[in-house]
């Protein structure tokens, strides 16, 4: 969604089209498969220098692996552990597979920690800037995100366009 409302904004996306739209994501991932290497020792990674001035989208896991000799503002995209839960459980029953008995609750607790640490983590290296952006309010008012994004990084964006590109009947999975 967020890289959706960037686009629609002006700002570029670095994103290669690999992985293609589906039942589980229908306006696309966005993704740029470079950024899967992140965390196989490529100490400064080729693609960085082109993705200067664009918008790159990297799962929260791989933040701690982006190289501290370049500047970085990362829009963290925070969402309900449950939503996150059940949405994780609904790709899987498309797959055919399911979750074990209590694997949920000891996923969600997993997927806190790591939310905590990764966030002591940007906060204590000077080279990222983070704007924390709650899920549920862009969805309920897109504008006020856009506003709010356009204001952190700096730029004159098209709002409305980025307010108008949330869609919110993919919000399937609320707590």
């Avoid at 290669?16 to 589906?22: M, Y």
């Avoid at 693609?47 to 501290?68: C, M």
């Avoid at 597979?97 to 969600?108: I, L, N």
């Avoid at 356009?150 to 980025?162: E, F, I, K, N, V």
Wanted: some cysteine; glycine content about 6%; overall charge negative.
């Amino acid at each position: 969604m967020m890289m959706r409302m960037l686009a629609a904004g002006g700002i570029p996306i670095l994103a290669d089209g690999v992985r293609e739209a589906d039942v589980s994501n229908p306006r696309g991932y966005f993704e740029f498969e470079g950024v899967k290497e992140l965390d196989k020792g490529a100490h400064d990674p080729a693609w960085l220098h082109d993705a200067r001035g664009h918008a790159v989208k990297i799962i929260s896991f791989l933040l701690t692996w982006l190289p501290e000799n370049h500047n970085y503002l990362v829009i963290f995209m925070r969402r309900d552990l449950d939503e996150v839960a059940a949405s994780q459980r609904q790709m899987l029953a498309r797959r055919g597979e399911s979750e074990a008995e209590g694997e949920a609750e000891s996923t969600r607790a997993m997927y806190a920690g790591h939310l905590a640490q990764v966030e002591r983590f940007l906060a204590r290296r000077p080279c990222f800037s983070t704007l924390h952006v709650p899920y549920a309010e862009t969805v309920t008012d897109p504008q006020a995100t856009a506003n709010r994004v356009a204001a952190a990084l700096g730029r004159s964006l098209d709002t409305a366009a980025m307010a108008a590109a949330v869609d919110a009947s993919l919000y399937r999975n609320r707590a």
